[in-house]
């Protein structure tokens, strides 16, 4: 099982590296402030693990939440897939240490503050107003607030602390970066902790030897390891490292120590920066602290007890209808067909040429949002709360034509329906007035302006005449939806429009 997925994640990062290598950097949001804290974690988890003994072989399942943030008008939204390659790359890094990642949840919220500012006080503000402590809270950006910094993870440990990472979308799949990053969530720090504010070590600047502190104020790491426990990241079997270049996959420096011994650091350490050259590994002793931290009093909200569906969904679904090139007679109602796929209980379909995307959790689904007479090209894959590695199908091609479905079509039983009030305020109900010439039963479903399903209430009971369904809007983010009343026989679509 483990090893299928390691096969997957080499042939995606394979092809990854393949174009990337060359002056890919990585820099990592975690300063040397941060790293206290982090540090003072780390020490706290020592004192309350003392005792502690971590049996092997029993796998702790911990859920994951992925905000997919986009700006305040709902656009630029960071993709699912994001969030599906990002568990396939932490599985695989944490698959030795008997700890596996499953999908929580997607969130969708609205805040360019967030979306390009994370770190701002109005975008931290933001990312604390959104935290729900039962899941590590993993945010997925455009932009961050300092250049070149790709992810960062905001201490303190706890549901009285911040606890969360920030990741840009670019990045979430990237085989160092998340797992760097949920290592600082589980209290590690760089193996170069106390250089991060300079450019990494340099002899005319730092001397060499070097001194007995850091230019952050920690004290130098030794070769000899005499000082391990207090100086440097504070681990002993990860070796001293004042933090080096990180274009190339071979350390060439000739750094010493205080003592005047060479340096040896260890650059392919999951809390180096060393980007882009594989082969990664948490040291021995990095895994103890990731358990003690794992097991801690305020990690208790990451281990709920849950094992998700452990299936592995190894195939690419096949697309079937509309068949490739297809013209398809209507526009706003277009059914999407393919292959299920074993252990599969999610589908992420991509509308490639126009960015659009839906979940489906069977093998087809009817998209109600496209345009007249245009192209669209689609191909999905299949995954579900634990395997999310999957690859895409085949992408096809098809045309809808100019034909309406819903607008002209009625509901014979339905004589008319209103939405009211609309435009709604966020948080307040609205209500679907509707006037029947029978008793009947509907379906409910308030779906985004992206087609997600947000809302649905099953066979809801309308009584002969008028009658009137409240829909709670707690939920929902400011934005236009469609809300579908779906009988039997037909279905109609109205529009409804949240406001602040
Ligand atoms: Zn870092």
């Given at each position: 099982?483990?090893?299928?997925?390691?096969?997957?994640?080499?042939?995606?990062?394979?092809?990854?590296?393949?174009?990337?290598?060359a002056?890919?950097?990585?820099?990592?949001?975690?300063?040397?402030?941060?790293?206290k804290?982090?540090?003072?974690?780390?020490?706290?988890n020592?004192?309350?693990?003392?005792?502690?003994?971590?049996?092997?072989?029993?796998?702790?399942?911990?859920?994951?939440?992925?905000f997919?943030?986009?700006?305040?008008?709902?656009?630029?939204?960071?993709?699912?897939?994001?969030?599906?390659?990002?568990?396939?790359?932490?599985?695989?890094?944490?698959?030795?240490?008997?700890?596996?990642?499953?999908?929580?949840?997607?969130?969708?919220?609205?805040s360019?503050?967030?979306?390009?500012?994370?770190?701002?006080?109005?975008?931290?503000?933001a990312?604390?107003?959104?935290?729900?402590?039962?899941?590590i809270?993993?945010?997925?950006?455009?932009?961050?607030?300092?250049?070149?910094?790709?992810?960062?993870?905001?201490?303190?440990?706890?549901?009285?602390?911040?606890?969360?990472?920030v990741?840009?979308?670019?990045?979430?799949?990237q085989?160092l970066?998340?797992?760097?990053?949920?290592?600082?969530?589980?209290?590690?720090?760089?193996?170069?902790?106390?250089?991060?504010?300079?450019?990494?070590?340099?002899?005319?600047?730092?001397?060499?030897?070097?001194?007995?502190?850091?230019?952050?104020?920690?004290?130098?790491?030794?070769?000899n390891?005499?000082?391990?426990?207090?100086?440097?990241?504070?681990?002993?079997?990860?070796?001293?490292?004042?933090?080096?270049?990180n274009?190339?996959?071979?350390?060439?420096?000739?750094?010493?120590?205080?003592?005047?011994?060479?340096?040896?650091?260890?650059?392919?350490?999951?809390?180096?920066?060393?980007?882009?050259?594989?082969?990664y590994?948490?040291?021995?002793?990095?895994?103890?602290?990731?358990?003690?931290?794992?097991?801690?009093?305020?990690?208790?909200?990451?281990?709920?007890?849950?094992?998700?569906?452990?299936?592995?969904?190894?195939?690419?679904?096949?697309?079937?209808?509309?068949?490739?090139?297809?013209?398809?007679?209507?526009?706003?109602?277009?059914?999407?067909?393919?292959?299920?796929?074993?252990?599969?209980?999610?589908?992420?379909?991509e509308?490639?040429?126009t960015?659009?995307?839906?979940?489906?959790?069977?093998?087809s689904?009817?998209?109600?949002?496209?345009?007249?007479?245009?192209?669209?090209?689609?191909?999905?894959?299949?995954?579900?709360?634990?395997?999310?590695?999957?690859?895409f199908?085949?992408?096809?091609?098809?045309?809808?034509?100019?034909?309406?479905?819903?607008d002209?079509?009625?509901?014979?039983?339905?004589?008319?329906?209103?939405?009211?009030?609309?435009?709604v305020?966020?948080?307040?109900?609205?209500?679907?007035?509707?006037?029947?010439?029978?008793?009947?039963?509907?379906?409910?479903?308030?779906?985004?302006?992206?087609?997600?399903l947000?809302?649905?209430?099953?066979?809801?009971?309308?009584?002969a005449?008028?009658?009137?369904?409240?829909?709670?809007?707690?939920?929902?983010?400011?934005?236009?939806?469609?809300?579908?009343?779906?009988?039997?026989?037909?279905f109609?679509?109205?529009?409804?429009?949240?406001?602040n």
């Amino acid at each position: 099982m483990v090893k299928s997925i390691k096969f997957w994640v080499t042939l995606m990062v394979t092809a990854f590296f393949a174009v990337t290598a060359a002056n890919a950097q990585f820099k990592c949001g975690v300063t040397a402030e941060a790293g206290k804290k982090i540090m003072a974690q780390m020490q706290a988890n020592r004192n309350e693990m003392r005792d502690f003994v971590y049996t092997r072989g029993a796998i702790t399942y911990v859920p994951v939440r992925f905000f997919l943030v986009a700006k305040s008008d709902g656009s630029g939204r960071a993709s699912e897939r994001s969030g599906l390659q990002a568990l396939c790359v932490l599985n695989d890094a944490y698959a030795d240490q008997d700890i596996q990642f499953y999908l929580k949840e997607f969130k969708y919220i609205n805040s360019t503050s967030i979306y390009s500012n994370p770190t701002s006080f109005s975008g931290s503000n933001a990312i604390s107003g959104q935290m729900i402590y039962n899941a590590i809270n993993i945010f997925v950006v455009h932009e961050m607030s300092e250049e070149g910094v790709l992810a960062y993870y905001q201490p303190e440990a706890g549901p009285n602390g911040n606890d969360w990472i920030v990741c840009l979308e670019s990045h979430t799949g990237q085989s160092l970066v998340l797992p760097h990053e949920v290592g600082h969530f589980f209290s590690l720090n760089h193996t170069f902790y106390g250089w991060e504010s300079t450019g990494g070590w340099d002899a005319a600047a730092n001397g060499n030897p070097v001194g007995p502190t850091s230019p952050d104020g920690v004290p130098n790491e030794l070769v000899n390891g005499t000082n391990c426990l207090n100086a440097g990241d504070g681990i002993c079997d990860t070796p001293a490292d004042y933090m080096f270049p990180n274009n190339s996959c071979a350390y060439t420096q000739n750094a010493k120590d205080p003592n005047g011994q060479l340096l040896s650091p260890d650059i392919h350490n999951y809390m180096n920066y060393v980007y882009g050259c594989g082969d990664y590994h948490f040291t021995d002793d990095q895994k103890t602290e990731i358990h003690g931290s794992l097991f801690s009093n305020p990690r208790n909200y990451i281990r709920p007890n849950y094992t998700p569906n452990l299936t592995q969904v190894g195939s690419a679904p096949t697309a079937i209808s509309p068949q490739q090139n297809e013209v398809v007679s209507t526009y706003n109602s277009v059914k999407l067909e393919w292959t299920a796929v074993a252990g599969a209980d999610r589908y992420f379909l991509e509308l490639t040429n126009t960015g659009q995307r839906y979940i489906a959790t069977t093998n087809s689904i009817t998209l109600t949002d496209l345009l007249p007479n245009k192209s669209y090209l689609w191909k999905v894959l299949a995954y579900n709360e634990y395997s999310t590695c999957g690859l895409f199908s085949g992408q096809k091609i098809f045309k809808t034509g100019d034909q309406q479905l819903s607008d002209t079509s009625t509901i014979p039983e339905v004589e008319n329906w209103s939405i009211n009030p609309n435009p709604v305020r966020v948080g307040e109900p609205f209500f679907i007035k509707v006037n029947t010439t029978e008793a009947v039963q509907a379906t409910v479903s308030i779906t985004s302006i992206t087609g997600r399903l947000v809302q649905e209430f099953p066979q809801t009971d309308f009584k002969a005449g008028e009658s009137s369904f409240e829909i709670p809007t707690v939920d929902l983010s400011s934005g236009l939806y469609f809300v579908t009343l779906r009988t039997k026989k037909d279905f109609q679509t109205q529009r409804v429009s949240v406001i602040n």
